[in-house]
DNA sequence: ACTAAGTATGACATTTTTATGAAAGTGTAA
DNA sequence: TTACACTTTCATAAAAATGTCATACTTAGT
């Protein structure tokens, strides 16, 4: 289930790679090409990982980690910096400052992908597969299941997919592409209008105590999951 | 809203197969057969995007590419790479040079345009807007929600748009010509006299609290919101 | 007070957008 | 293979939004 992977380097070639190797795996990447714009990847929706650059020119690539380690909300994010061969000093550093592993250059992408999925396999239980919950409606990403003042819902994969996007992006509207590109995935290609038509499911399988209004249209726009009514 | 986009492909046939798809979508397509031609197309007005053939004779392909993340004005507009299945060396590379995504031959019009969108769509991200507020009126585009002193405000799509735009925009008097232009969009056919007509529907939305003062009349002129009444 | 020009407003035919039921397609486990 | 559970698309219904008009009001100038 993690998806976001923020990818910074300033060299874009090998930034492109990366997030190519991610895509490849059903990751969703985000780039960043220097100190200001990782920092500007530090919002909503937070990645649910960092690869980053050690050799950021100016040796910035320390600092934005740091950044990360101190801020509450981006503390737990795993990150894992890329190293020239040799640079043990550099690893030493980085692993004090708070990266949680490293890869060295050149990397193959397997085994890029082998570390990124240990790393987020070590930090899920916390991170990201806590219950959520809203208004009585309970979702709970270990035990994939959705509860609604304790009686348990039924539904599809992808209902369940759509509500946990929208509890953990609550008070947001999103059109129907963001969603697809969200819920679906960036390479999947399907009708706008699909939506639609799992939003009315997510919205029967919760209706039964009235969560169906925290899904709410927004015309023109999109779809909002909201508490507020 | 990107529309033009160039496509290279040396083959008559798949070109106008191309051209076609990108037709029956609204885009603008501009075509090019070789190298010569497609450098020929690096000129204002500057095409959205680029379709790329990389198996051109000579390999130029690449060279193409090269060139166009070479060049100050083109170095920012996408490039999807066309290519033949199972050339997993070529798409590595063609990243490495700077193509943002590819396409493997034979492809789905519907893969195609949904890759084509997918890219726009990853190239203009939406600005992150933060909420508008006045005199007790608040507007928030990301939950897209018009409060009054906390309670919500329903208003269509116009209407939201059209404060959406006076609130970024007050202090000012605009011609119903000009809110035309801004609200709803150049070449767009409407009459001068529906502004009228939208301006007492967002009036009407937003009069509950008396905030209908904000959109002010100015006679002879066109309209204004002020927060001094 | 009267007129002319500008503006406000209610109504309404049309067009757009959404909601929904059902068919068709996909994949999977028994 | 046959069920079975989903998913996606399609057709159509339902709802909401939009652009225009006709008519009522206002305002400024005479």
Known sequence: MSRKVLVVDDEAPIREMLV???EQNGFQAIEAEDYDSAIAAMVEPYPDMVLLDWML???SGIQI???????EHTRKIPIIMLTARGEEEDKVRGLEVGADDYVTKPFSPK???ARIKAVIRRVSPTSLEEAIK????RLDP???RVTSDGSELDMGPTEFRLLHFFMTHPE???SREQLLDNVWGTNVYVEDRTVDVHIRRLRKAIAPLGHDRLVQTVRGAGYRFSSKL
Chains 1, 2 share one sequence.
Not at 65 to 71: L, V
Not at 134 to 137: D, Y
Request: glycine share 12%.
């Open 20 to 22: 190519f190797v991610l």
């Open 57 to 59: 020119p100016g040796g």
């Open 65 to 71: 980690a740091k950044k990360f380690k101190q801020n």
């Open 111 to 113: 085994e890029l992908m």
């Open 134 to 137: 809203v208004h009585g409606l």
């Open 142 to 144: 270990i035990s994939h």
């Open 172 to 174: 947001r509207v999103y």
